[in-house]
């Protein structure tokens, strides 16, 4: 194979990954039977700290959601800055976190929510990044879309995000399913294929590939089709919850989310020693809050059955003691009593 290539070694075929990266070897066991790796992967399994669902107050991006059986049948964060770092690095392209958009500026991203759950003005950070000449990209929340303004209404150039919450449980980190739509201009420099909807000759609405790119074929490395993953199975469990949930169901669900995190994040900021980190600005159903000894604090809920808060001061070191704690559908009345008391005890 190296040969083939035109090289002569592997240290040839690797020359472009620096040398302090590379794994002369890997000390891996001997291989097991697959009884024996059953037995060895349920006793990692039993080592894990399951929480009841309504106890789960930790969100950051991923979120505990109520998913119908309907959904079920088809289915068994700062992260986002770091991917797009490695990816702009070698390309030339500079990153700038808060920066004003100038002529330079190719682009601006923000989240809505943010992070920490807090809101942004999207129609201003969308006028000022067109008002600069560079394209606006809104990271959303699709569940927020049911009572938030939708990108295109604010004038949005690129919708993306993250499409756990229809209908995807946690699955420790994944597989989940991301989102991306764009403005008519844009929809020619896609990646992936493009589904339209038609009509036969009998007049029954139906659905064809209405564009899909050639260029994996001919252009090979300067292709951007083939970075597309198939997460059919997620795709269309996102579908049947949308379809389950309908545009009612949606929006009652952001609704109960939005009243129940005010209610927690009014009931803990009165507490002694609480108190809200940005109390001017406006959240949906995730909040930062000051937290007096955090880790500790969870480690004491954990002992109860508790998940709680996300510490963030791991990614913002300015923001020492501030957890985020998240309420969605699941979190009722009774775990709120119970969370407080606990934290209260």
């Known amino acids: ?4 290539i035109g090289v002569a070694s592997m240290d040839d075929l690797l020359v472009d990954i620096p040398r302090s990266l590379r ?10 039977s697959e009884f024996e790796t059953m037995a060895q992967v349920e006793a990692l399994a039993a080592r894990n700290r399951i929480f009841a669902g309504r106890l789960t107050f930790r969100g950051g991006g991923v979120y505990r959601r109520f998913i119908p059986a309907a959904v079920a049948a088809v289915t068994s964060k700062p992260e986002y800055m770091e991917v797009l770092r490695a990816f702009s690095e070698g390309r030339g392209i500079k990153v700038r976190k808060g920066a004003e958009a100038n002529s330079k500026t190719a682009a601006v991203i923000f989240q809505q929510p943010d992070f920490l759950g807090m809101l942004v003005d999207a129609r201003g950070l969308t006028e000022s990044a067109h008002k600069a000449g560079a394209l606006a990209i809104a990271c959303v929340d699709p569940i927020s879309l049911a009572i938030l303004a939708p990108p295109g209404e604010y004038g949005a150039d690129i919708a993306a995000g993250e499409g756990q919450q229809l ?7 994944g597989p989940h ?6 403005s008519k201009d844009l929809v020619r420099r896609l990646p992936g294929r493009l589904i339209g909807t038609s009509h036969d000759a009998a ?7 209405t564009l899909t790119a050639r260029e994996q074929h001919i252009r090979r490395e300067r292709a951007t089709s083939n970075i597309c993953t198939n997460h059919s199975l ?15 169901g949606l929006r009652q669900i952001a609704e109960v989310s ?9 009931r803990l900021s009165k507490l002694p020693g609480w108190e809200m980190a940005f109390p001017d600005r406006q959240f949906l159903y995730e909040f930062p809050i000051r937290v007096p000894k955090g ?22 070191r300015e923001l020492k003691g501030v957890q985020t704690f998240t309420c969605t559908e699941v979190n009722d009345a009774r775990a709120l009593d119970e969370l407080v008391g606990a934290v209260a005890g």
């Open 295 to 316: 880790p500790a604090l969870n480690r004491r809920l954990a002992r109860k059955g508790i998940l709680g808060g996300l510490d963030v001061h791991r990614w913002f």
């Open 177 to 182: 399913v991301g989102f991306i739509a764009c």
């Open 167 to 173: 209908g995807l449980s946690l699955s420790y980190g």
């Open 234 to 248: 997620c795709a269309l469990a996102a579908s049947v919850y949308m379809t389950y949930m309908g545009a009612d």
């Open 258 to 266: 939005f009243k129940r995190a005010h209610a927690l994040a009014d």
């Open 1 to 4: 194979m190296l040969q083939a």
């Open 203 to 209: 007049g029954r609405r139906g659905f064809v590939l």
């Open 23 to 32: 794994l002369e070897s890997l000390a891996l066991p001997a291989g097991l």
